[in-house]
């Protein structure tokens, strides 16, 4: 039992920074642009917030620096993708490749390697008693209650309200936008602007929340994984949740079962890939809401 | 050139627009596209060397004198090239086609698996025998799992480049694994192979240097695609690639073409792990595909997509990636910014490509079978 305890607590600290990127990714794709880039957008989050919270401007700026300069990121996409019409595929790929080597450049360069402030853990009285999973839902850092409001926004945004609804008709059917007088490019924007804080606060959630400090490829191939955790999620905010559960499982268990045993943990870190892979093919089986610009 | 198959015949008067158009601007604009955004990518280098206080002539100095400075730096800038070029070549076919194979880093270490795995036990063979068994079955490897995410993307319509991807990570993993257990050398406690034998080694090119013969295997590749241009089996690669309507009209396999081509995209990868281990490292090692990573699909991109432009192009970045070294010795700047300048190449690339890349594969995903029962 103890060890189910574990096993929850570490899974959704790792669940924390996969979610928020996945929440941006899901309204990007909504709104029709394929966001490869991701993995650009979360490592200038994560060094943007080290570098502000290892400069001494308190941690609150570091996580809004962190959302802003994603969200620069996320404007280049925008530009060239978007308004200049490049191919959305090969953007967001430059900005995959160029982001963390930028951020690895300046990391390298500066030779700053302090640690950053350590973030309390905020808890719900009584509830965090709760026996195999209080500790796991009920005690966690600033980013698992921003991810847990944040999906509940963005789950409200697209069901209940007229913005909501805009980004997915522009996802399905930008000339019918065009037409009711609303400008798709706009709204994409918008959307990659948006996706671009969200995945900000998904990589600060690691230079700030799991790691502590900075360290090159900080992001490891997380931003990929969070493509396909939107893909498998159909579209929707819950399926994402359980997406970045099930990822965040297999690693917890990872790091679990290496320990005790003689499998070797090499292997195990396949795991979470061909995971995605299967997602991949499972996805294409099933009814989704999938954008129908979207180039799946 | 006519197009004849189960006695329907196309004359080329009929052929769609789309077709032509692949072929896109001649080869003096592609030039010029070249220089252009050459240009503007040294812009923005010196603009973030000299926000972290270097100085832009230094660091340029350092890069000629590892680059042209002397034979050996010359020899140097040509063994970077190599794999360059040869992923390339070989991924000119598939991307021609609107397919987009990111997943080099894991065919070259896979091929790199392969042929380490086949020199440590033809040890005593002939020279000749071990060189063309290894780097046969290096080219094979990489094919195989270039294919796999071909087949999938064929059978179900996954996105070739999240599953390209993926399949690196699986197969540094598998190796990894590999290095650490029944494939660990017996010198010391490292993720390391044992060093291969002086038989599988390529022969050297320039004496007295590291840069051997390989580099005419990767140049062979050119008439072999000039060929390929020309042929019957080119001219429905350019109708599979422009207009996928047109080649279920023609009874062209779709299927087949797409995992044809994506394994094609793996050959050059499997031989540059290849070369990378029996003639330059001697050894395999878990990230023995950091060296090129996915700078092959830059040269091909920035070669124009023909095998003349990825030449010029190889030799640019070969120089490039090998002046990035010479960085860290002679303005200290660490060669993180080379992945600057890759990532650059590529956005201006992408803005400048334009509509018709993100048209082809829009026209691709209509044309899945599944898809059109659902609706």
């Given at each position: 039992?103890?060890?189910?305890?574990?096993?929850?607590?570490?899974?959704?600290?790792?669940?924390?920074?996969?979610?928020?990127?996945?929440?941006?990714?899901?309204?990007?794709?909504?709104?029709?642009?394929?966001?490869?880039?991701?993995?650009?957008?979360?490592?200038?989050?994560?060094?943007?917030?080290?570098?502000?919270?290892?400069?001494?401007?308190?941690?609150?700026?570091?996580?809004?620096?962190?959302?802003?300069?994603?969200?620069?990121?996320?404007?280049?996409?925008?530009?060239?993708?978007?308004?200049?019409?490049?191919?959305?595929?090969?953007?967001?790929?430059?900005?995959?490749?160029?982001?963390?080597?930028?951020?690895?450049?300046?990391?390298?360069?500066?030779?700053?390697?302090?640690?950053?402030?350590?973030?309390?853990?905020?808890?719900?009285?009584?509830?965090?008693?709760?026996?195999?999973?209080?500790?796991?839902?009920?005690?966690?850092?600033?980013?698992?209650?921003?991810?847990?409001?944040?999906?509940?926004?963005?789950?409200?945004?697209?069901?209940?309200?007229?913005?909501?609804?805009?980004?997915?008709?522009?996802?399905?059917?930008?000339?019918?936008?065009?037409?009711?007088?609303?400008?798709?490019?706009?709204?994409?924007?918008?959307?990659?602007?948006?996706?671009?804080?969200?995945?900000?606060?998904?990589?600060?959630?690691?230079?700030?929340?799991?790691?502590?400090?900075?360290?090159?490829?900080?992001?490891?191939?997380?931003?990929?994984?969070?493509?396909?955790?939107?893909?498998?999620?159909?579209?929707?905010?819950?399926?994402?949740?359980?997406?970045?559960?099930?990822?965040?499982?297999?690693?917890?268990?990872?790091?679990?079962?290496?320990?005790?045993?003689?499998?070797?943990?090499?292997?195990?870190?396949?795991?979470?890939?061909?995971?995605?892979?299967?997602?991949?093919?499972?996805?294409?089986?099933?009814?989704?809401?999938?954008?129908?610009?979207?180039?799946? | 050139?006519?197009?004849?198959?189960?006695?329907?015949?196309?004359?080329?008067?009929?052929?769609?627009?789309?077709?032509?158009?692949?072929?896109?601007?001649?080869?003096?604009?592609?030039?010029?596209?070249?220089?252009?955004?050459?240009?503007?990518?040294?812009?923005?280098?010196?603009?973030?060397?000299?926000?972290?206080?270097?100085?832009?002539?230094?660091?340029?100095?350092?890069?000629?004198?590892?680059?042209?400075?002397?034979?050996?730096?010359?020899?140097?800038?040509?063994?970077?090239?190599?794999?360059?070029?040869?992923?390339?070549?070989?991924?000119?076919?598939?991307?021609?086609?609107?397919?987009?194979?990111?997943?080099?880093?894991?065919?070259?270490?896979?091929?790199?698996?392969?042929?380490?795995?086949?020199?440590?036990?033809?040890?005593?063979?002939?020279?000749?025998?071990?060189?063309?068994?290894?780097?046969?079955?290096?080219?094979?490897?990489?094919?195989?799992?270039?294919?796999?995410?071909?087949?999938?993307?064929?059978?179900?319509?996954?996105?070739?480049?999240?599953?390209?991807?993926?399949?690196?990570?699986?197969?540094?993993?598998?190796?990894?694994?590999?290095?650490?257990?029944?494939?660990?050398?017996?010198?010391?406690?490292?993720?390391?192979?044992?060093?291969?034998?002086?038989?599988?080694?390529?022969?050297?090119?320039?004496?007295?240097?590291?840069?051997?013969?390989?580099?005419?295997?990767?140049?062979?590749?050119?008439?072999?695609?000039?060929?390929?241009?020309?042929?019957?089996?080119?001219?429905?690669?350019?109708?599979?690639?422009?207009?996928?309507?047109?080649?279920?009209?023609?009874?062209?396999s779709r299927r087949r073409y797409l995992i044809g081509l994506m394994a094609f995209g793996g050959v050059g990868a499997g031989l540059s792990g290849w070369m990378q281990v029996v003639t330059i490292d001697r050894q395999l090692y878990p990230t023995v595909a950091d060296p090129v990573g996915y700078?092959?699909?830059?040269?091909?991109?920035?070669?124009?997509?023909?095998?003349?432009?990825?030449?010029?192009?190889a030799f640019i970045l070969g120089a490039l990636l090998h002046g990035g070294d010479g960085l860290q010795v002679g303005a200290n700047v660490s060669p993180e910014i080379v992945?600057?300048?890759?990532?650059?190449?590529?956005?201006?690339?992408?803005?400048?490509?334009?509509?018709?890349?993100?048209?082809?594969?829009?026209?691709?995903?209509?044309?899945?079978?599944?898809?059109?029962?659902?609706?």
């Amino acid at each position: 039992m103890e060890t189910f305890e574990a096993v929850m607590n570490s899974s959704v600290r790792l669940m924390i920074p996969l979610l928020l990127a996945a929440l941006g990714e899901l309204i990007s794709e909504r709104a029709g642009v394929m966001n490869i880039g991701l993995e650009g957008y979360m490592t200038a989050g994560a060094f943007t917030a080290f570098a502000v919270a290892v400069g001494g401007w308190g941690l609150a700026p570091a996580i809004l620096l962190a959302a802003v300069a994603a969200s620069l990121v996320a404007g280049v996409m925008a530009i060239g993708a978007v308004w200049l019409r490049g191919n959305a595929i090969l953007v967001g790929f430059a900005l995959f490749v160029m982001l963390p080597g930028l951020a690895n450049f300046l990391y390298v360069q500066q030779n700053n390697q302090g640690a950053t402030p350590k973030l309390h853990l905020i808890s719900i009285p009584g509830l965090d008693d709760i026996p195999l999973i209080g500790r796991a839902l009920f005690a966690q850092n600033v980013f698992y209650w921003m991810a847990i409001v944040l999906c509940v926004v963005v789950y409200l945004l697209f069901s209940r309200t007229q913005a909501g609804l805009t980004v997915t008709a522009t996802g399905h059917e930008p000339e019918t936008v065009r037409k009711r007088g609303r400008s798709p490019r706009m709204v994409q924007t918008m959307a990659l602007l948006a996706c671009g804080a969200l995945a900000g606060l998904g990589g600060a959630s690691l230079s700030l929340g799991a790691v502590g400090s900075y360290q090159p490829n900080i992001v490891d191939g997380r931003g990929l994984i969070v493509i396909a955790i939107v893909i498998l999620g159909r579209w929707s905010v819950p399926g994402a949740v359980a997406g970045a559960f099930l990822i965040a499982l297999l690693d917890a268990l990872k790091l679990r079962v290496t320990q005790g045993s003689d499998i070797p943990v090499q292997l195990l870190g396949a795991l979470p890939w061909v995971v995605v892979i299967l997602m991949l093919v499972a996805s294409t089986r099933m009814h989704s809401h999938a954008p129908r610009t979207l180039t799946q | 050139m006519t197009l004849v198959r189960d006695g329907v015949e196309t004359p080329d008067a009929e052929v769609p627009e789309s077709v032509a158009s692949v072929e896109g601007p001649g080869f003096a604009g592609r030039l010029l596209t070249l220089a252009v955004t050459i240009g503007a990518c040294i812009l923005v280098l010196v603009a973030v060397l000299e926000a972290v206080d270097v100085d832009p002539v230094l660091a340029w100095n350092s890069i000629w004198n590892s680059t042209f400075g002397s034979t050996r730096n010359f020899s140097e800038t040509l063994v970077r090239a190599t794999p360059l070029l040869l992923v390339a070549l070989t991924l000119v076919p598939s991307l021609r086609a609107g397919l987009y194979n990111i997943g080099a880093p894991g065919q070259l270490a896979a091929g790199a698996l392969a042929a380490t795995w086949l020199a440590l036990h033809l040890g005593g063979q002939p020279q000749a025998v071990s060189l063309v068994v290894c780097g046969v079955s290096a080219a094979a490897t990489g094919a195989i799992v270039a294919a796999i995410p071909g087949w999938l993307k064929a059978q179900f319509g996954v996105n070739e480049i999240i599953t390209t991807l993926a399949m690196n990570f699986i197969v540094i993993s598998v190796i990894g694994w590999l290095l650490n257990g029944p494939f660990k050398g017996n010198y010391a406690n490292l993720p390391q192979s044992d060093l291969v034998p002086d038989n599988s080694t390529l022969p050297i090119l320039i004496p007295g240097t590291r840069a051997h013969y390989g580099i005419l295997i990767a140049l062979a590749f050119v008439p072999l695609l000039w060929a390929l241009d020309r042929s019957v089996v080119g001219y429905r690669l350019r109708v599979f690639g422009a207009n996928q309507q047109l080649t279920r009209q023609a009874h062209i396999s779709r299927r087949r073409y797409l995992i044809g081509l994506m394994a094609f995209g793996g050959v050059g990868a499997g031989l540059s792990g290849w070369m990378q281990v029996v003639t330059i490292d001697r050894q395999l090692y878990p990230t023995v595909a950091d060296p090129v990573g996915y700078a092959g699909l830059f040269v091909a991109l920035l070669g124009g997509l023909t095998a003349v432009g990825s030449v010029v192009a190889a030799f640019i970045l070969g120089a490039l990636l090998h002046g990035g070294d010479g960085l860290q010795v002679g303005a200290n700047v660490s060669p993180e910014i080379v992945q600057v300048v890759l990532g650059l190449i590529l956005l201006a690339y992408a803005i400048h490509r334009g509509r018709s890349a993100t048209r082809e594969i829009s026209i691709q995903k209509r044309r899945l079978p599944w898809r059109r029962s659902k609706r």
